[in-house]
């Protein structure tokens, strides 16, 4: 897939008839993750054979990451398909025969929590001692009444208080704790074990939301995350498998890997010449002009009749008259400034910043043998010095005190011994700093500390994602921060440039990716309708403008 060749002339493609006849658009989809196979597939089924997928990296899924381990597969990236009915990725799967040796364990219907699985999760205090299964049920109930309370602003238009500081975390904590503190029921004890295990929750909540806090995430945004109906999938051959049908049908000449970009130059313009000629005299050497989407820099894409060029890293420009970019939000406030040229507008750049992204890691333990029983489904951190904290933040060097649990993988079967530990915010950072024998000698530090067994033996190997310190990543996924809304992901997702723009060609740059969708933000199924979306903009668009051309009056 190196090569960025490819001929607008080929014969191979499923042309319509409609583009046969018209000048073929140039297109370029920047991220082969899977909002852009989404779209490129979606692009060449509509008949555009002039499209070319710039991947920074070298290998194609964007945060998919399926790990070969003797015969199980393991997922560094996305794992789950979030419910059945109408999500793409679950049609797909089906469709496929991907769900056909999916367990019982591996799926579950209601709201999903990290791993789930028949079984007990154990709740284990930093002393050793099992929290009683009657305790935190008792307690789970009242978390999950509080959790349905934090929809409720979203869904029913509830105001917030200014007391919750709109945030999910400050709400539930504040809640949850006065309605333990006023139970005449529970002794002080059991208040402070209830109070312990809130804190732990709110770990889980910030992994799953990819928060760095459950503090940081809107109160009166979060319920309009919106959950497709239908159980949580599990792929057993590894996700990876929904982008390698994506990517199936793409020519391989049409995706060029170990490409980044440095500079989308849009609505070009004359006073991008210097530019461009400052360019040509610094890299004449390195222009690839056997690319019939290369321009040489001293060429003005304009008189070539494209108004953006794609100025990639290893000093390639590349002409176009569109572009999709599918970077994700950690991309884009890290580079946005550098990337675009001119600036984005100031209310997408104000959307990117309000915007959240974290990062959530996943650390893979697998032993010889066992030493959880059997019905053990997690083992969950309780700190009981940790009842009365208001933020979980942690100095560097106890990065490892923001790991919430860990999941024991099901079926062992496929699996053998394994767990998978989970860890966000900016501990996962420094988690990711750490080398392997460091990561694995705390987990099992801290393992033999809350179970109260000090016999566990060091792990045979271990496995973990870094998101965060991803250069072509920064971060896990998206999130609606306190601040921001649904709003800002739609006007992450606006086209430039903007409709009341008359004079420029319409549709220059498209934005896909998960952040990008207002319901579904942070998910495979998100990023997917995403690439889809952008897609039909530009088909739709050029089929409209075809329909003039036939039906213009000859004069």
């Known amino acids: 897939m190196q090569s960025c060749e490819i001929s607008s002339e080929s014969t191979d493609d499923p042309l319509s008839s409609g583009l046969r006849t018209h000048k073929q658009p140039r297109i370029i989809v920047i991220g082969a993750g899977l909002a852009g196979l989404a779209a490129t597939k979606a692009l060449l089924e509509n008949g555009f054979t002039d499209v070319t997928v710039l991947e920074a990296s070298d290998h194609i899924g964007g945060r998919v990451q399926s790990v070969q381990h003797g015969k199980a597969t393991l997922e560094l990236g996305a794992t789950w398909i979030h419910g059945a009915n109408g999500n793409p990725v679950y049609h797909l799967a089906e469709d496929n025969g991907l769900l056909e040796h999916t367990t019982d364990g591996e799926r579950s219907v209601g709201r999903i929590s990290l791993y789930t699985k ?53 709400f539930t904590r504040d809640l949850v704790r006065k309605r333990i503190m006023l139970d005449p029921d529970d002794s002080e004890s059991t208040k402070k074990l209830k109070l312990s295990m809130l804190q732990q929750y709110l770990k889980v909540e910030s992994c799953e939301s990819s928060s760095p806090s459950m503090d940081e995430v ?24 929904i982008v390698e049908l994506l990517a199936q049908d793409i020519p391989s000449r049409t995706i060029c890997l170990s490409k980044p970009v440095r500079c989308i130059h849009w609505n070009y313009s004359a006073q991008h010449q210097e530019v461009i000629a400052k360019s040509h005299n610094n890299n004449q050497d390195n222009n690839h002009n056997e690319n019939n989407h290369s321009s040489q820099p001293n060429q003005d894409p304009l008189i070539m009749g494209h108004p953006i060029c794609v100025e990639c890293e290893d000093e390639e420009w590349i002409t176009a008259d569109h572009v999709i970019v599918t970077a994700s939000l950690g991309v884009l406030k890290q580079n946005h400034e550098a990337m675009f040229s001119p600036s984005l507008p100031e209310d997408k750049v104000l959307a990117i910043e309000k915007l959240g992204i974290s990062t959530t890691d996943k650390i893979f333990l697998e032993f010889e043998e066992p030493f959880w029983s059997p019905e053990c489904n997690s083992i969950q951190f309780v700190w009981e010095d ?15 005190k923001k790991i919430c649990s860990f999941d024991v993988l099901y079926p062992p079967e496929r699996y053998g011994y394994m767990l998978s530990g989970w860890i966000c915010g900016q501990e996962a950072l420094y988690m990711e700093r750490c080398d392997d024998e460091t990561v694995a000698e705390t987990c099992i530090e801290l393992l033999r500390r809350f179970t109260g067994n000090p016999n566990i033996p060091k792990p045979r190997r271990v496995l973990r994602s870094s998101w965060g310190s991803n250069p072509y990543i920064g971060g896990s996924y998206s999130f609606t921060q306190v601040g921001s809304s649904g709003g800002d992901c739609e006007r992450l997702a606006m086209p430039l ?14 934005f896909a990716g998960e952040a990008t969708h207002r319901k579904y933000y942070s998910t495979t199924h998100g990023a997917l309708l995403s690439g889809q979306r952008e897609a039909t903009r530009l088909i739709e668009m050029h089929q409209d403008l075809q329909r003039d051309q036939t039906t213009k009056p000859n004069m």
Not at 142 to 164: D, I, R
Request: aromatic fraction near 14%.
């Open 497 to 510: 440039p903007y409709a009341n723009s008359t004079k420029a060609q319409p549709l220059q740059v498209l």
């Open 386 to 400: 940790e009842a009365q904290l208001e933020q979980l933040v942690y100095p560097e060097d106890l990065w490892y």
């Open 218 to 241: 809107s109160l009166s945004e979060f319920g309009e995350w919106t959950e497709i109906p239908g159980a949580h999938y599990v792929i057993p051959e590894g996700f990876m498998k």
């Open 118 to 170: 028949n079984g007990v999760a154990h709740y284990q205090t930093n002393v050793g001692k099992r929290i009683p299964k009657d305790l935190v049920e008792e307690f789970s109930d009242l978390y999950n009444e509080v959790y349905e309370l934090t929809q409720e602003f979203f869904q029913n238009g509830k105001p917030v208080c200014a007391e919750s500081q709109n945030s999910v975390g400050v």
